[in-house]
């Protein structure tokens, strides 16, 4: 925001960001990340959290937006700003501070299916909503855009090679590529974010911090308790489900042509409000 508003940047420049974060450091963190999962049953948990938090946002933003009168667009924006957790450049370092170094292989299959949900549910819901004001949304469009999407085709890859082939000689080159996710996907938003006509959006935005923040970690909750399973991997599901919205979301918003100024609103406040909810979340499970 600094480099924006002393103008020592091009108005544009968000954009060359964008090719980078999206084109690169996020193929590249499916390429380093995905070949290490070790897969087992306990491990759905944490999978099984990511689709959670995301049906859950379809369908509260769904019945919202329905009962506000808003278009495809916006309910779009929302479901982006909602539906995925920044697992990594805010979840990371709060589940060591919470939970311990130990909880990190846990944190980082939370972090990828996330990512892969947020590559083919993130993109399909962003395709509908930018192309609604064009026309009709095809689904050969949809997949046309999906199939072409550099995250989604890493993933893909990193998932039908690494059965096969050893990817473990290529993991330090990929890792100095995807360390650069977070801090240009959140320079990014901080050069688009414009906190003009912020009263108009309230609504918008406190509703998708209410599910974000609150309902979201909620449900994880719920269906721990259901299944009584205890340690660490339902306390990481849970505390990774109640982090703040995914900052990437605002770069796809940007690249689909969505409400880019509330979805970087939401994920902007969402980062804020989200240190003291996490800590929250955290009390809530110890308790």
Known sequence: MLFK?????PADAHKSINIWVLYVALPAASLRYIPDIKWSGQMLLPVASSVIVWMGSWFFMEAYCRYKGYSQRSRSSLELASGYSNTSFVGFPLVVAY???????IAVICDQSMFI??????????????????GTVSTAMVLRRLVTFPPFIACMLALVLSP?????????FFEKLALT?????LFS???????????????QISMALFYKLLVAPALVLGVVLAIGMKGAIPAVSVLEASMPALVTSGIVAEQYHLNTRLVNLIIGVSIVVGLLTTAFWNGALHW
């Open 117 to 134: 949900l947020f590559s083919i549910a993130g993109v399909i819901a962003a395709v509908k909503g930018g192309g609604a004001k064009e």
């Open 181 to 185: 996710v977070s801090p240009l996907a």
């Open 164 to 172: 096969v082939v050893d990817l473990s000689p290529t993991a330090p």
């Open 99 to 105: 939970l311990g170094e130990q909880s990190m292989s």
């Open 189 to 203: 938003v901080g050069l688009q974010l414009k906190f003009k006509g912020w009263r108009q959006q309230i609504p």
């Open 5 to 9: 508003t002393m103008r020592w940047i």
